[in-house]
């Protein structure tokens, strides 16, 4: 089982950026998809990107596509979200989340397919 500990959310500006970082420990981040998901109050949580195992593929929500990336750092078992140009709608409490299938290529984005979260990190932009 693994343990996932996000941090970096915080208010900023719009247009502004933000690192977000989702910290591992217990198994290895290389076993697991990895994805990001966002929530606001009385919002249904909602996906925000996912990587695949092997890194080889990723998949953005139209939302953020250009403006947020995902990375992995193997060596520090972490996995990144790099949020630029900052929009107000983006204020949520941030969660990543782990999916232990066996695919090395495959990235869902249904919640329901994760298997491991994180408690979450809020992110606030003022405009």
């Known amino acids: 089982q693994v343990q996932l500990v996000e941090s970096g959310g915080g208010l900023v500006q719009a247009g502004g950026s933000l690192r977000l970082s989702c910290a591992a420990s217990?198994?290895?981040?290389?076993?697991?998809?990895m994805g990001w998901f966002r929530q606001v109050p009385g919002k249904e949580r909602e996906f925000v990107v996912g990587v695949s195992r092997s890194s080889d593929n990723t998949y953005y929500a139209d939302s953020v596509k250009g403006r947020f990336t995902i990375s992995r750092d193997n060596a520090k078992n972490t996995v990144y979200l790099q949020m630029n140009s900052l929009r107000p709608e983006d204020t949520a409490v941030y969660y990543c989340a782990a999916d232990r299938r066996n695919s090395a290529v495959a990235v869902t984005t249904t919640l329901a397919e994760y298997d491991y979260w994180g408690q979450g990190t809020q992110v606030t932009v003022s405009s």
């Open positions: 217990g198994r290895t981040l290389t076993s697991y998809a």
